[in-house]
């Protein structure tokens, strides 16, 4: 797939999160699908 | 036929994480630091409105109630109880558990390698940490940056100093998300994990250090060269990979109780559960903790850059899927 669209789709995905958690809506992901890709939020170890 | 049973890793890579690890306890034993194990399960967990636990209920066995345990999203609580207690220097190598932490570079129960110094400042561990890191994967370049630096040298902003506004502008810009209504910790992780982090480490080990105060978690804070509240804690990567996150540790109860009643307010304010704050650590500050700074490195991701593999399921017996 071409690599921007790509983001694009993963960007979406991300903003549908936010979104969801901004209007306290019950989300729980437990296995985040390969869309959202390498680009998370910082993990923090520790 | 359903090839499910099968180790999600190829028998090479096991090999190679039995090696590393027998490196890595070399590597605490060589220096008398203690190796240590810690309660997997823990009737404390950790607040972070931004972390998850996995939670069970443990009963029966001459228990007049049910008890609620956590799954431990880091051994620091129990390790910190230690050093309390004058364990001295100690590390272990512990199973983490993160609920909604589940991607190519996690995997929801993962191996967390964690180590205390008591004296030691944050130059000092970092200074460990690189050698570490030069026993597994070999000597590389080395480069230091405040966080503040990266963005103005990344984003040409400062993260302390611009207006929220415009935090929102560049957030949205660069994720391609509305951003308007985020807060400005949501702005600086969005930018510093899509735009900056995939820089990081190119050359070679690459440490950021001085974060803003809101992210300190159980760090101190201090104030930087530019009269700002900072965490005085780091992170290190590699190739673009967020690999070990150091604290000089918080040692005051007041603000530790302060720390956690705060993130259960965020997370009540974003309709999470609240976390039991763990009172034992609690008393063992109150105790008193020493001076003391400690680090979290990601073990499986240790060995990805060793084994030069990109998906985390390639250097576990048996990922999330065939667990």
Redo the contacts between chains.
Sequence with gaps: MDKILT??IT??F??YI?QA??K???Y?????P?S??????????? | MNKLWQPSAPIENLRLRAETLNQVRQFFYDRHILEVETPILGRGGST?P??DSMITVCSGGGMSESVTLYLQT?P?FHMKRLLAAGSGPIWQLSRSFR????????N?EFS?L?WYRPDFNLQRLMAEVQELLEVVLGEKAVGFSRYRDLFRTHLAIDPFDTSLDELRCHATDY????AS??DRE?CC??L???VI??ELGQEGFTFVYEYPAAQA??ARLKSDQEGDLVADRF?CYYQGL??????HELCDPREQKERFSQDNKIRRQ??KSTVQEDILLLEALHSGLPDCS?????FDRLLMLRAGITDISEILSFD??RA
């Design positions: 983001k694009t960007w979406s991300v903003g936010l958690v901004r306290k809506e019950v729980q992901v437990v296995i985040r390969e959202i890709g390498e680009n998370e939020k910082s993990f923090n170890f520790k | 972070d931004y972390l880091s620091e609920n909604g932490e589940a991607s190519k570079r996690h929801p967390m964690e994720a391609g998300i509305n209504d985020l949501s992780d969005l510093m994990s899509h982090e995939p978690a159980l992170e967020e690999l070990a996150n150091g604290y974003l309709g400690g680090v979290a490195l990601g999330m899927n």
